[in-house]
């Protein structure tokens, strides 16, 4: 599956920035994602950089943030933060860090397995209807969503592909049920709502 890079560019003409063509594939099978938006935080794009390169205020980053609308951020189901990785990362001597990659697709292929004899479908696809049947969380992750919905101001898509993000992170995890830290860790991967909802 090829999954193309598709930039939010925010920047002036004199300071496009684009993302690019990256092969994902087993991402693909277990979430049914097509599309990946870069979008960079801050107009000079160092914000939160360790070498401190960033000098923008706050006033200018949420100016900056303010350009992307609230109906493109519900339709992305993950708002993740990607760091430079360290120099002490790159060298071939540093040990790995995490799950091998052959051991993270073995669990997305059981995780796809499992939503495929569930509902014929990878949950990406699930209809509002299916979400309310499949997805539905235990009673402490229904109260925590609430809180999140009504603190972050999400709407009813945001939602909805929160649940959808939740029920595929139980499925990693091989449970059977949504749980609240199914629910936590899918709420935290709206950081962009986070942001729009401190400003």
Not at 169 to 185: F, P, T, Y
């Amino acid at each position: 599956m090829r999954l193309w890079t598709k930039p939010v560019d925010l920047s002036p003409p004199s300071q496009k920035n684009y993302g690019h063509l990256i092969e994902i594939e087993f991402l693909h099978k277990c979430s049914g994602i097509r599309d990946c938006h870069w979008v960079s935080c801050n107009g000079c794009h160092h914000l939160g950089d360790a070498s401190g390169r960033c000098h923008c205020s706050a006033d200018q980053v949420q100016r900056y943030r303010a350009r992307i609308s609230g109906p493109l951020l519900d339709r992305i189901d993950l708002h993740v933060e990607a760091p430079r990785v360290a120099r002490e990362a790159l060298r071939p001597d540093t040990p790995p860090d995490g799950e091998t990659s052959s051991a993270v697709a073995a669990r997305v292929d059981t995780a796809r397995e499992r939503q495929l004899a569930r509902s014929n479908k990878p949950n990406a696809r699930l209809t509002t209807r299916e979400i309310n049947k499949h997805c539905k969380p235990d009673a402490a992750g229904q109260q925590l969503l609430e809180r999140a919905m009504e603190q972050l101001g999400l709407s009813a898509r945001a939602y909805h592909r929160i649940l959808k993000v939740a029920r595929t992170i139980a499925d990693l995890a091989g449970s059977e049920n949504v749980m609240s830290v199914h629910v936590a860790e899918a709420v935290g991967y709206r950081v962009l709502d986070r942001h729009k909802a401190s400003a």
